[in-house]
């Protein structure tokens, strides 16, 4: 069982940057690939980044390519998301998720562990 903690979100201007932190719990998390995904109430969740176990693989949605940089620290057991230039569309309740097996996917029911969550809004 792996346990998830997201922290970081918060209100920002447009434009300007948040840096979300999650720390894992449990098993071995640098076994696990790591992600973040987003959701708007009423729409289902959005892949957002993900990252391979060794880091040597990395994903982003189309839609925050760069701007947004994952990362992680396998000697802390703790992933990150920088955000930069953020925009309106960005404000949702973003997830820390990892993954039991090497899969790295665009689809939430994949991944095997969820974070509570943590509000991100960007005001205009």
């Known amino acids: 069982q792996v346990q998830l903690v997201e922290s970081g979100g918060g209100l920002v201007q447009a434009g300007g940057s948040l840096r979300l932190s999650c720390a894992a719990s449990?098993?071995?998390?640098?076994?696990?690939?790591m992600g973040w995904f987003r959701q708007v109430p009423g729409k289902e969740r959005e892949f957002v980044a993900a990252?391979?176990?060794?880091?040597?693989?990395?994903f982003y949605a189309d839609s925050v390519k760069g701007r947004f940089t994952i990362s992680r620290d396998n000697a802390k057991n703790t992933v990150s998301l920088q955000m930069n230039s953020l925009k309106p569309e960005d404000t949702a309740v973003y997830y820390c998720?990892?993954?039991?097996?090497?899969?790295?996917?665009?689809?939430?029911?994949?991944?095997?562990?969820w974070g509570q969550g943590t509000q991100v809004t960007v005001s205009s």
């Open positions: 998720v990892a993954d039991a097996s090497s899969v790295i996917t665009v689809v939430p029911r994949i991944w095997d562990y």
């Open positions: 990252m391979s176990r060794s880091g040597g693989r990395i």
């Open positions: 449990g098993r071995t998390f640098s076994n696990y690939p």
